[in-house]
């Protein structure tokens, strides 16, 4: 029979108890969770890059909807638990929902630490535990200002590294005299002050915080016990957390500071766990990852029925996860009589390394600016080697002990089985190497799914990557992301969210900050990044032409013989006699070899000589026509039937709408070419549903199709969605446009993106969430005001005039 | 001795251009007897002249991108080395290249080789 389990709290813990669990005794329990959170289970250690603009809130979710479906858990979003009663054995959530249950996991976590100083329940005062505290901190840097972290800590030195990132002033506030003094010694600390203060953040420490102070119910600054005053627009309090274990006193269950729990996970009342930070175990309350998914197992094999699993705590270390800053430590460091210590230091390469022993055994260890054998260090203190044999050389790392090779590859090779490579999810080298070989992994992706290694903050995955290669040998590929080109190691989608998150507005300085190899580019990522940055900064990013491929640089398509071909805009097909006129006496006028009906509905000269251009586009301006844009990576043409006007079938004004889109349309650019069509009825003359997005009229309205394609693959439409009026159409397809726009790669055609992302990244976005189609269709509209200047007329009147002229001989003199 | 750039043992220089009328990171064309020469300048304000004519398939190579020291073809993202003029591999090829010389902000090449 199935059993029920209630798990209180969807953080890190328990979610990894139900990976376990699943996996032990899959069917065993029918799941509910109750999360106060509204959405699902996402890598609360990650946050910081998420603040700090490197990975988006998308990136670090561990477990989608899909998940809870696939596994029949039941996960109920924003619902809090307010009491457990343990005589009915059921929970009530704050809305009166309520859940029996037969076991039930508290999960609680914790609570971030308030300072007790006046001020601090004003508006813009803020933790720093879950995603809404990120969006809160983000919104206040929007506006730029000030921003004040007390507490000097882990998690607040991560929140001034992000609000510095996203554009703030930023002063950490530390009691103590040196920072992360939990983690790290004076010296360390000293140096990790230093290189904060070289990214411009400012620390005080020794800092007494007074008072928060404020107006109409606002922060608006902090003043400290010798009556330094800060402004300040957020106050970020990071000094701690406590265990959230009232929930379990109410419930009559032992407390001390956190839940008290035996070797088993299990509370005062046998049929009550707890897992997390909520907990006590042995007197010690954890507040990092590594101990939550110790526990986590042995929850998951009691759960299963094996009563055998014992947790007995755990030594932890710990990582800084601020770019550029390498920083680990482990283990206990204080100094003392019977302890001895080994330090290394490199004042110019900003490295310092101590390692703390007792009887021979290494029982701590801080690294800073180079922690690549932190690993290994870890190893030894955690089995508690003796260390007499290589003492002398222990400092300068694995490398050099026991003369082993310098070659990183190598020193992984040389790893005992049992030595820990994800730090996080406890794994070691044993489980990953077996894993490789009897599943037959080839990627770090694989390795993420089978072993969880690499899976939650990521900075062994450089590791995982070597065991790959050691396990593999050649056979292994690193797959990783595919670079935008020659130049860099960064795919496109990472460089487009560093371009926002530093915000970079330049090609040098994309090139500067994420570190090019070449000087200036090449003809593959300047292309790339110069439309990144126009997307990006619509109005403030000046468009660099020297990046732009030929045709889009002149605003024609080269021919094969060093010609142009020149299609000026006929809107949505439709043309006049006196346009018609104009490009004949044009085509005349110049003597344009070849005229042309596109496919487009519109019509091509072909053959026009590069220095006639301008003179060519001033007649075409003379006569009413803009550009084209045939050559550009951009918004094409809108093809259309002829609809109700004259169709005995049309349902809809087709020729109408179509104008309308294009007239809504021209002139902004897109990762690739973006060809529309409208149909007037589902005969679908127009082709619409080949297109990149189609519209198909209907007698209820209008079908918007996208992602079709009839070039080097032909493909059919999806649909989208249905709309009622016209006005729903360009709504919707501006805000489809945008999102292409923002997440599209370039060169990537819209079905080539769809099918990358999901077609229903799409529906959720453009249909089912109004408020979020709303916001981009408005950055598409106003990028639009930026971009509809008739590049032809421009260049008519004398723009760029250098590159439609040449030099010739009979103009040189002799000088020399 | 690179076989293909033409020398002289007399070179008389003449000024085409200032170097300001060759915009960053681009190109122009001089049209001469022998057929268009691309006078390219690159980010840190060097000139290179080459004949504007792609190994490959003739494509106006004054139309391409210009990075560091090389260009790529508009037609078929060819990378010439403006330098040596020859194609970077896989492709091979080579195109002619010209003495040019940058004076007090004029920009000088060898009549000789526009005759």
């Known amino acids: 029979m199935t059993k029920k389990l209630v798990v209180i709290g969807n953080g890190m813990a328990p979610g990894r108890v139900l990976d376990h669990l699943f996996e032990k005794a899959p069917g065993e329990y029918e799941v509910t969770i109750f999360n106060a959170e509204p959405r699902v289970n996402y890598d609360r250690i990650m946050l910081s890059p998420v603040l700090s603009g490197e990975k988006a809130y998308e990136d670090i979710i561990i477990h989608d909807d899909a998940w809870y479906d696939e596994h029949g858990v039941t996960l109920l979003k924003g619902k809090k638990v307010v009491e457990i009663d343990r005589a009915d054995r059921k929970v009530i959530a704050e809305d009166g929902t309520t859940a029996e249950y037969d076991k039930l996991l508290i999960a609680t976590g914790s609570s971030p630490f308030v300072i007790p100083v006046p001020g601090n329940d004003l508006d813009g005062v803020v933790t720093y535990r879950d995603l809404d505290d990120v969006d809160a901190m983000l919104k206040t840097a929007q506006g730029g200002g000030h921003a004040v972290v ?10 001034a590294y992000g609000l510095k990132r996203q554009g703030m002033e930023v002063t950490v506030l530390h009691l103590m005299p040196t920072l992360m003094e939990r983690q790290l010694d004076p010296s360390a600390g000293y140096l990790l002050e230093k290189a904060l203060v070289e990214r411009d953040i400012k620390i005080i420490t020794r800092a007494n915080t007074q008072e928060i102070t404020g107006a109409d119910g606002k922060v608006t600054g902090v003043t400290l016990e010798d009556g330094t005053e800060l402004p300040a627009d957020i106050v970020v309090m990071a000094v701690g957390i406590r265990p959230s274990a009232q929930l379990a006193d109410d419930a009559g269950l032992e407390i001390g500071r956190g839940i008290l729990v035996d070797d088993h996970m299990v509370t005062s009342d046998p049929d009550i766990l707890a897992v997390g930070e909520c907990v006590e175990h042995r007197g010690q309350c954890y507040g990092l990852v590594a101990p939550l998914y110790d526990m986590a197992k042995v929850i998951a094999t009691n759960l299963a029925g094996d009563a055998s699993a014992e947790y007995t705590g755990s030594v932890t270390a710990t990582k800084l996860k601020v770019t550029g800053i390498d920083l680990y430590s482990a283990g206990d460091f204080a100094e003392a009589d019977d302890r001895e210590e080994i330090v290394l230091r490199d004042a110019t390469g900003g490295i310092y390394k101590r390692l703390v022993l007792k009887d021979n055994k290494i029982i701590g260890a801080v690294l800073y600016g180079d922690t690549a054998d932190g690993a290994w260090f870890f190893d030894l203190l955690k ?3 003796d260390i007499s044999d290589m003492r002398e050389t222990l400092i300068f790392g694995q490398a050099y002990a026991g003369g082993s090779p310098l070659d990183p590859t190598a020193a992984v090779a040389a790893l005992p089985d049992d030595a820990e490579i994800c730090g996080c999810n406890g794994v070691c080298k044993g489980t990953i190497v077996q894993a490789i070989t009897e599943k037959g992994l080839t990627g770090v992706d694989d390795v993420r799914a089978h072993t969880k290694a690499s899976s939650s903050c990521g900075t062994c995955t450089g590791l995982v990557e070597q065991l790959l290669a050691v396990t593999l040998g050649d056979a292994f590929q690193p797959d990783a992301v595919q670079p935008m080109c020659g130049c860099t190691d960064m795919g496109h989608d990472d460089v487009r969210r560093m371009i926002v998150a530093q915000e970079l507005k330049s090609i040098p300085a994309v090139l500067q900050e994420l570190n090019w190899k070449t000087s200036c580019g090449c003809a593959k990522c300047r292309p790339a990044l110069n439309y990144y940055l126009l997307a990006t900064w619509p109005g403030e990013y000046v468009d660099d032409k020297q990046s732009r491929f030929i045709n889009e640089r002149v605003h024609a398509n080269i021919q094969k013989d060093g010609t142009y071909s020149v299609v000026p805009r006929m809107w949505g097909g439709i043309t006049t006699p006196d346009e018609l006129r104009a490009i004949a006496d044009v085509a005349d006028k110049f003597q344009i070899p070849t005229v042309k009906v596109t496919g487009g509905q519109r019509i091509d000269l072909l053959g026009v000589k590069k220095e006639d251009l301008p003179a060519v586009w001033a007649d075409l301006n003379a006569a009413g026509m803009v550009s084209g844009h045939a050559y550009g990576k951009s918004l094409r043409t809108v093809k259309t039937c002829v609809g109700t006007d004259w169709c005995r079938f049309g349902t809809q004004d087709s020729t109408g709408l179509g104008i309308k889109l294009e007239k809504f349309m021209w002139g902004s650019w897109t990762p690739h070419k973006v060809k529309l069509g409208v149909s007037g009825c ?11 997005i189609g519209v198909v009229c209907v007698d209820s309205g209008y079908e918007i199709h996208f992602a079709g394609a009839a070039g080097m693959h032909v493909k059919g439409t999806e649909i989208l969605c249905t709309v009622e009026t016209e006005a729903e159409v360009l709504e919707y397809i501006g805000a489809l446009t945008q999102l292409y ?23 959720e976005q453009v249909v089912e969430n109004a408020e979020r189609r709303k916001e981009l269709n408005a950055r598409f509209v106003y990028s639009q005001q930026f971009m509809q200047n008739d590049p032809w007329a421009e260049r008519a009147q004398g723009k760029d005039a250098e590159e439609f002229t040449s030099f010739r001989l009979a103009q040189f003199g002799k000088v020399a | 001795m690179n076989d293909m750039s033409v020398e002289t043992k007399t070179q ?10 060759i915009p960053p990171q681009g190109s122009r064309v001089i049209r001469a007897t022998l057929g268009c020469v691309a006078l390219f300048r690159t980010t840190d304000d060097k000139v290179f002249a080459l004949e504007d004519r792609c190994p490959h398939k003739g494509g106006p190579l004054s139309q391409g991108i210009v990075h560091e020291n090389g260009v790529t073809c508009p037609l078929h993202n060819w990378v010439i080395d403006m330098e040596s003029g020859r194609a970077k591999a896989p492709d091979e090829g080579r195109v002619r290249t010209f003495p040019v010389e940058v004076r007090d902000g004029k920009v000088l090449i060898d009549r000789a080789l526009l005759a």
């Open chain 2, 12 to 21: 008389v220089w003449v000024e085409v251009c200032k170097l300001d009328d």
């Open chain 1, 741 to 763: 726009r923002e997440q599209g790669r370039y060169l990537e055609r819209i079905y080539k993106w769809a099918d990358r992302v999901g077609l229903k990244v799409a529906q």
């Open chain 1, 150 to 159: 007390i507490g000097g800590g882990l998690l607040g030195l991560e929140a």
């Open chain 1, 383 to 385: 089995k508690e080697t």
């Open chain 1, 682 to 692: 589902p005969r679908n003359c127009a082709e619409a549903t080949c297109k990149d």
